[in-house]
């Protein structure tokens, strides 16, 4: 009740800064009943500073000075402390521990201030930080804390907020000793997910060790069963989309991995071991734009996605033109030579920026997660990385499908000398691809920067993995790279929490190389007389 | 050769290289061991057991290479993954290596070797029984390699998979392999793998007696292995092999079995590699998962390139070739390396498809013979 009368109190207006002063000078004693009346009127108050003089004393971080019994907020450890006025929260210099009491709570006085917070936190504008009181609340729920609650929750305006109040004096009914409130507060909670509730009723089921019930009543044991039953069906639910978004996520960095191989592979018929080495190109541009604009990190990354597509796609080209261009038709040949390449890149990259990873930062965007509910919540940056492959896949499909590029390119893969003899400059469209392939090989690098760490081995871990996804999904085929990227990132992560990551990957290898047997071309193999080629 | 007239001796050691070959590795195996243990210590013309062990290993690397020279040179089949083959008959005879331990391990347990009593395993893992006998080890160092290559072979070959998704699929094996291996319940040592080997069958492994040994039979090996592939390419069906790699689907379609050929090469060949892994490990006294590494196999790829294609001696002089500039710079010049086996990639492919050999050859004859281009 008292809890109820402070908070009518808070509408009334803030006192003025010396009645504050006076009651907090009021806590420099030993006293607990002078406490509690001081704590009583700080809240009564209602001053600016009266949650964080309260917080301070719950913390026991609140002392008076032995000599004028001055109130101070003291931090820190050890011999010398910061002070903080107490009444300005102010600094006030540094002293040393030995000339300050602290000022001492009991059960009584913590139950009380944790009242009177949870109060604030309940009034507070940001529903975030309700719904924190709520949830802290629910932690350890008492009577005190019901009656808050009930007094708040027609108040109440934000929907979740409501919700997770309405659950909290469920509990709470839990408790009663009439079967049907208990009855109907079980009610009340199935379909709530959060992990307080399904403990709760997880309890009212369970046998004690003498056989008996925790719950006496049988109606109330069977909503209970029901519930719990349901809440475990929506859970393994929500972990099974948590596993698919995860795999899907997964699937999407290995589809960026593959994609421009797919492209340079497919169109070209040319293996470039150097792949990696080009993403990891795309992931040093990233840190090389934000070491050039260290104040904006958050537009860094999308300066940085044209950035090392032109970097990469530069390289490329000087690939194709330098090497690749005089191997045509020599497919081992170009493996082992891109692979040199890929052994100089790498020592460049050693040389310039040292062989430790560097560190990339991600944009505030970028990080953070979506809540969907108590059992589900996506990150931002696995979120981020599918909307990019499925742009980038899209920007690519239409490339190839509605450009003159693209008609050319295909035309080229499927009949060089035909081609040819039409009028297409196949040297010319041979140097585009390569571009082609390594700058999405640099973007997808740029992906990488956010998810992994950005070192001269970046393209060497995510090499095989990406021939894994052409090979598998069928050469020249974007929607075989796609769909073989996205099941290989799902089976990956459908296994892993089953036989661990180093298994799963091990499982997904022999999978592959048993898969190539049946089908030796791939998922989409290419049809006519290309694929014979 | 005064007795080249035989038909067989004849076909062995024709050619010039091959001769070559012999003489050197003859010389080698003869010299090195009594450089190292006649010639006093002091003396400049003595050879260090660092030395002997550096050539030693280099004789066991010109095995595999010839092993890869036959897949890739003569079947054209480019296997990014014959190093797995070679660690694998190296895990083979580490294994035995290790149950030789017995008591003197650090913590002194009969049967178990140490990494597994400091996993807490109280009884050896069924596949780790019977390596306690050498025989078994050996011959368990062909076995392995060479069922599991002929496993591999089978699925790979009868459903027609060549090409570059061949040797895709062969790296993604010993990268499977690398990440089995690197497990420490897999009961193989995980990261660090078997070393601190103590005797090979009662000779103390360290004794400039045993390494001499471990020396000569690696020569000895490679002299086998050598003949062995020169009288398997000259047979009959060494010649289909030829076929197969210069023209697959004609081969097939004048009748011959192209998938047996070529799954008899890819197991023979398997087998080789884990007999120089075998051979490899004693001398280095470690073996470990780094082995597997699928930039190893491509390596001993490079190595092939280097010396020359079918023609085995080239094999054995890439790998040595590489294999000292390699020890060379990594010693003097370490950010080099890389930057030399790059280019070694690039240039070797680009402008000398058919290796130092090759070129020599090149040297040696009229140019308008070597204008011709090389297939690939």
């Known amino acids: 009740m008292l809890v109820i009368t402070l908070l009518a109190a808070f509408a009334a207006n803030a006192s003025s800064d010396d009645g504050f002063a006076q009651a907090v000078g009021k806590l420099a004693t030993t006293n607990f009943k002078i406490k509690r009346e001081a704590v009583d009127e700080i809240a009564m108050l209602r001053h600016p500073n009266t949650r964080a003089v309260l917080a301070a004393l719950l913390d026991g971080s609140l002392y008076f000075r032995k000599e004028d019994k001055r109130v101070f907020v003291l931090e820190a450890s050890g011999d010398t402390v910061a002070l903080t006025d107490a009444v300005t929260l102010a600094p006030a210099g540094a002293a040393s521990t030995r000339d300050f009491t602290k000022i001492t709570t009991n059960n009584q006085l913590r139950k009380q201030l944790k009242g009177i917070l949870a109060g604030f936190a309940l009034t507070d504008p940001d529903a975030d930080v309700r719904r924190a009181a709520v949830a802290e609340m629910m932690r350890s729920l008492d009577a005190d804390d019901a009656a808050l609650l009930r007094d708040r929750i027609d108040a109440e305006t934000d929907r979740k907020v409501r919700a997770m109040m309405r659950s909290a004096l469920a509990l709470a009914d839990l408790e009663s000793p009439e079967a049907d409130v208990r009855l109907s507060a079980v009610g009340a909670l199935q379909g709530d997910l959060s992990p307080e509730v399904f403990n709760r009723l997880a309890a009212l089921v369970e046998r004690a060790s003498d056989g008996s019930f925790a719950e006496p009543d049988e109606r109330v044991r069977a909503a209970a069963q029901k519930a719990v039953n349901s809440i475990k069906s929506k859970r393994n639910l929500y972990g099974l989309f948590e596993t698919l978004f995860f795999g899907l996520s997964l699937g999407s960095v290995l589809v960026l991995a593959a994609i421009g191989l797919a492209i340079t592979f497919g169109v070209m018929g040319v293996i470039n071991m150097a792949h990696g080495e080009l993403m990891m190109l795309g992931a040093y541009t990233t840190y090389v734009i934000q070491l050039l604009m260290p104040s904006y990190i958050d537009v860094s990354v999308l300066i940085a996605i044209p950035a090392a597509f032109l970097v990469a796609g530069a390289v490329g080209v000087l690939i194709e033109r330098g090497v690749v261009r005089f191997l045509y038709g020599r497919p081992l040949e170009t493996l082992l030579a891109t692979f040199g390449v890929s052994l100089i890149l790498q020592q460049i990259v050693r040389d310039v920026f040292t062989a430790n990873n560097r560190p990339v930062e991600t944009p505030s965007w970028m990080s953070g997660s979506l809540q969907i509910n108590e059992a589900l919540s996506f990150t931002y940056n696995r979120l981020y990385v599918v909307l990019f492959m499925a742009i980038v896949f899209a920007i690519l499909l239409f490339v190839l499908k509605r450009t003159s590029l693209g008609l050319k390119v295909r035309a080229v893969s499927m009949n060089r000398p035909m081609a040819k003899a039409m009028g297409v400059r196949t040297e010319w469209v041979d140097a585009l691809t390569f571009g082609l392939g390594s700058g999405i090989a640099g973007v997808a690098g740029v992906a990488l920067s956010q998810l992994t760490n950005v070192g001269p081995n970046l393209g060497q871990s995510y090499i095989i993995d990406s021939f894994m996804v052409v090979v598998f999904g069928g050469v020249g085929n974007l929607w075989g790279t796609l769909i073989g990227g996205m099941s290989l990132g799902v089976v990956n992560q459908v296994l892993e929490p089953h036989a661990g990551a180093v298994l799963a990957k091990i499982f997904v290898l022999i999978a592959l190389i048993l898969f190539i047997q049946r089908r030796p071309r791939g998922l989409f193999p290419q049809k006519g007389r290309a694929a014979e080629a | ?376």
Not at chain 2, 6 to 23: E, I, N, V, W, Y
Not at chain 2, 78 to 100: D, E, I, K, T, V
Not at chain 2, 322 to 336: D, G, I, Q, R
């Open chain 2, 1 to 376: 050769m005064t007795s080249a007239t035989h038909p067989l001796l004849s076909q062995l050691f024709g050619d010039r290289g091959t001769k070559a070959f012999f003489g050197v590795l003859l010389a080698t195996v003869v010299i090195v061991p009594i450089l190292h243990l006649a010639v006093a210590e002091g003396s400049a013309l003595h050879l260090s057991s660092y030395t002997m062990t550096l050539i030693g290993k280099y004789m066991t690397y010109a095995l595999l290479a010839i092993a890869v020279d036959l897949v890739w040179g003569y079947c054209g089949i480019l296997s990014l993954g014959h190093a797995a083959f070679f660690a694998l008959g190296g895990y083979a005879m580490g294994m035995y290596l290790m149950r030789q331990i017995g008591t003197r391990g650090v913590y002194g347990h009969p049967e178990l070797p140490d990494f597994m009593v400091f996993l807490n395993w109280t009884e050896l893992p069924w596949f780790w029984h019977g390596f306690d006998m050498f025989w078994f080890a050996a011959a368990m160092a062909i076995l392995v390699p060479g069922v599991l290559a002929f496993v591999f072979g089978w699925l790979a070959f009868r459903s027609r998979v060549t090409g570059v998704y061949l040797s895709i699929i062969t790296q993604a094996l010993t990268y499977a392999l690398m990440l089995a291996f690197f497990r420490n319940n897999m009961g193989f040592g995980g990261n660090n793998g078997l070393t601190d080997f103590k005797e090979i069958l009662g000779f103390d492994i360290y004794a400039p007696g045993t390494r001499v040994s471990l020396f000569v039979a690696s020569g000895v090996a490679l002299a086998l292995g050598y003949l062995a592939c020169k009288y398997l390419t000259h047979s009959r069906a060494g010649r289909v092999i030829q076929a197969v790699r210069d023209a697959e689907s004609r081969t097939r379609f004048i009748g011959y079995r192209v998938e047996s050929y070529k799954l008899w090469v890819w197991t023979f060949s398997a087998a080789l590699a884990g007999v120089a892994g075998a051979l490899y490990v004693p001398q280095v006294g470690i073996i470990n998962p780094s082995e597997f590494q699928p930039i190893n196999s491509i390596e001993v790829v490079i190595w092939v390139a280097v010396g020359g294609r079918s023609t085995l001696y080239g094999a054995v002089a890439g790998a040595v070739l590489v294999n000292y500039a390699k020890t060379y710079f990594t010693a003097a010049l370490p950010e080099f390396w890389l930057y030399a086996l790059g280019a070694l990639f690039v240039l070797v492919t680009l402008f000398l498809p058919q290796g130092v050999v090759g070129l020599a050859a090149r040297v040696k004859r009229k140019p308008n013979v070597l204008a011709k281009a090389v297939p690939a």
